[in-house]
């Protein structure tokens, strides 16, 4: 069965720190796998897509690692601040039938002054 | 530039009525779309997915139904809402064999009483 997990569920941590959000998948076929933001009662934002043939990206403070054959991503926050609280989404495309994207159950992050 | 457009934002609705979500994509033609639910507490479950016009396939038994009338028309139904429909719905789109991932729309709050 083809499963997203993340961890930590929750994370709070003082302004200004580095942080790592895991994600790990139980099937290295993948097509893709992206990285989103939600904030509470929104909706989904795209932070970071990385091809199943790259192994990171990044974009301003954030860079999102991919290791395929270990089935692991992870998602490195640098100089946290408070406007970074928001749930981060892991959700992975497995290869085959249309690309269906599972996601992970998301870590709560607060950043806090 | 591609947009989705999702409505309404938020519904409350009493146990026995009918529903009817709507979502509508711009800027690109052919697109995969899809509708997710995320339920309180709960991680992001993928509800119906299609290909194409009239083409719908359900992930999970439930009560709920999915239309797509038009190619970038995808419609959410249920003829009698249950306490357990309540929930978070998500519209997406992708483009068919391309990389680009996922974009979701900003989402449905719906709260069946």
């Known amino acids: 069965k083809q499963e997203v997990t993340q961890i930590p569920a929750a994370l709070s941590v003082p302004e200004g720190e580095n942080l790592v959000l895991n994600c790990s998948f139980t099937?290295?076929?993948?097509?893709?796998l992206q990285w989103f933001r939600q904030d509470p009662g929104k909706g989904l934002t795209s932070l970071l897509l990385?091809?199943?043939?790259?192994r990171e990206q990044t974009s301003g403070r954030l860079n999102a690692s991919l290791d395929k054959s270990s089935g692991r991503s992870t998602l490195y926050i640098a100089a946290s601040q408070p406007g970074d609280s928001a749930t981060y989404l892991c959700?992975?495309?497995?290869?085959?039938?249309?690309?269906?994207?599972?996601f992970g159950a998301g870590t709560r992050l607060a950043v806090h002054p | 530039s591609q947009t989705i457009h999702q409505w309404p934002a938020t519904l409350v609705q009493p146990v026995g009525s009918p529903l009817s979500l709507e979502c509508t994509v711009e800027?690109?033609?052919?697109?995969?779309l899809y509708w997710y639910r995320q339920a309180a507490g709960r991680g992001l479950q993928l509800l119906f997915y299609?290909?194409?016009?009239?083409?719908i396939s359900s992930e999970v038994p439930q009560n709920l139904s999915a239309s797509r009338p038009q190619d970038r028309q995808f419609i959410l139904s249920s003829k009698k809402l249950l306490l357990s429909d309540s929930g978070f719905y998500l519209c997406?789109?992708?483009?068919?064999?391309?990389?680009?991932?996922?974009?979701f729309g900003s989402g449905t709050r719906l709260t069946v009483v």
């Open positions: 997406a789109w992708s483009v068919p064999g391309s990389n680009y991932g996922y974009t």
């Open positions: 099937d290295s076929a993948i097509y893709n």
């Open positions: 990385i091809q199943s043939s790259q």
């Open positions: 959700a992975v495309t497995f290869s085959g039938g249309y690309n269906k994207l599972i």
């Open positions: 800027g690109t033609s052919n697109p995969n």
């Open positions: 299609s290909v194409g016009i009239g083409q």
